[in-house]
């Protein structure tokens, strides 16, 4: 089922995500519908919040970023399928240097800003099936993880731009807080009602 995802402005999108127990009711069904609010949606990461769940938990697809010609083969390679189910993650160790990269996020529709972040982390998470891993991840896939992972933690890529930047995109944030963004998936807006 495809689920309205939440915009800027919403209080989830600030909360700390809560652990998260193998007996979590319908987890399966939540996983299951979050791939298909994010395809749905055109997005490589969606994040628990953004559909109104405050848990620690976020979806990945790289595969629409291997089509980038730029990118050296390895990477286009490593993106291409990379599908991953993340619970309960802790970014053990980022480390490497600082790059940045425009993005985006299906919660705040029409702002882009370059953003930086460090090139390598280490995660622990446990999988859908509760198995717990150590991995380490570089380039775009750390990139899309790191963004998916400050979604659980109550950051949004806005927060990591500088205050002049802040300040050009205010009007547009607004925009989305009132209900006036337009994107062509389903939305829930904070503002829409009462106003
Ligand atoms: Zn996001």
């Known amino acids: 089922m495809i689920l309205p995802i939440v915009g800027y402005g919403d209080p989830v999108l600030r909360k700390m995500g809560e652990e998260i127990t193998a ?8 996983i299951a519908n979050m791939y298909e609010t994010m395809y749905n949606a ?3 990461g969606l994040a628990a919040p953004q559909v109104g769940l405050s848990l620690r938990l976020f979806v990945i697809d790289t595969t629409p970023f291997s089509d980038d010609e730029e990118l050296p083969v390895e990477e286009q390679e490593q993106l291409n399928g990379f599908k991953r189910t993340f619970i ?6 980022e480390e490497g240097e600082i790059w940045s990269f425009n993005e985006g996020c299906l919660s705040i529709p029409d702002v882009r800003e370059d953003v930086y972040r460090h090139e390598k ?3 622990e998470y446990c ?3 509760f198995v717990t891993k ?3 991840f570089d380039g775009l896939v750390a990139r899309v993880i790191q ?3 400050d979604h659980i933690e109550g950051v949004l890529f806005t927060d990591l731009i500088s205050s002049l930047k802040k300040k050009l995109i205010k009007k547009k944030l607004q925009n989305i807080m009132d209900g006036k963004s337009r994107p062509d998936y389903r939305m829930k807006f904070c503002n829409k009602k009462g106003r």
């Open 121 to 123: 982390i280490t995660i």
């Open 134 to 136: 150590t991995e380490v």
């Open 42 to 44: 055109c997005g490589v």
């Open 88 to 93: 309960n993650a802790k970014i053990l160790k």
């Open 147 to 149: 963004h998916e992972y």
């Open 127 to 129: 999988d859908e099936n």
């Open 23 to 30: 007996e979590h009711p319908n987890l399966p069904e939540i």
